[in-house]
């Protein structure tokens, strides 16, 4: 039986998602607020996070972004803002899907269904593998040659992103929007003093510059 967080303030809301959840055969547990979702999360694993949006204490943002610096757990968020800077920005923190306030619940339930079927379908969801690097997404650990590479929460974060999609070429705005959020007004420059940390700590240039354009993961080894 999968287990479904629902991070909602409104009891109303979370009545009604809990008993529809528990009918399609998922069980359930309730946060009321930020606070207490990132207590749960950290107490026991789901498989899918139902994350408002507007929350107490803590924003679902702010909750989405403390946890993808842990985990890779389907977070399908819930909200009434359908704007689309609202909506670039949780899909650059990494969102599976967003469902819109008034929402129905056949097409949330679908959703939900979808998620878990793409993300139980691949191992790649847990586990990158590049050449001699490996990295297993929910202990949040990269390995060289079998050992483990000591990296900032961002590094990791951009490492994944390379590993994940080789050959594709990233520009700056793209990893900026990604791992530093679409609110983030500082200079672009802070991408390339994180790759070359990165570069250095792995010692191999599995970072490829692409002129004018930004990087990607090098294509053979140097």
């Not at 530093?180 to 599995?206: P, T």
Request: proline share 3%.
């Amino acid at each position: 039986m999968k287990h479904i967080l629902i991070v909602e303030d409104e009891p109303d809301i979370q009545e009604l998602l809990c008993a529809y959840l528990r009918d399609a055969g998922y069980k359930t547990t309730v946060a009321g607020d930020g606070v207490t979702a990132l207590a749960l999360f950290q107490s026991q694993p789901f498989d899918l996070i139902l994350l408002d949006l507007m929350l107490p204490k803590i924003d679902g943002f702010g909750v989405c972004e403390l946890i993808r610096q842990h985990s890779q757990v389907p977070i399908l968020m819930l909200t009434a803002l359908d704007g689309e800077d609202q909506q670039l920005r949780g899909f650059g923190m990494d969102i599976d899907d967003y469902v819109t306030k008034p929402f129905s619940i056949p097409v949330l339930l679908e959703k939900i269904r979808v998620i878990l079927r793409r993300r139980g379908s691949t191992e790649e969801d847990n586990r990158l593998r590049y050449r001699d690097l490996a990295m297993d997404l929910d202990a949040r650990e990269a390995l060289l040659d079998g050992k483990a590479l000591e990296l900032t929460a961002r590094e990791f974060e951009l490492l994944r992103t390379f590993l994940a999609a080789p050959g594709r070429v990233f520009t700056r705005e793209m990893l900026l929007a990604k791992l530093w959020g679409y609110d983030f007004y500082g200079d672009e420059r802070v991408v390339d003093s994180h790759i070359k940390n990165l570069r250095h700590k792995l010692g191999r240039d599995y970072i490829e510059t692409v002129r004018g354009v930004g990087y990607r993961a090098a294509k053979e080894t140097r």
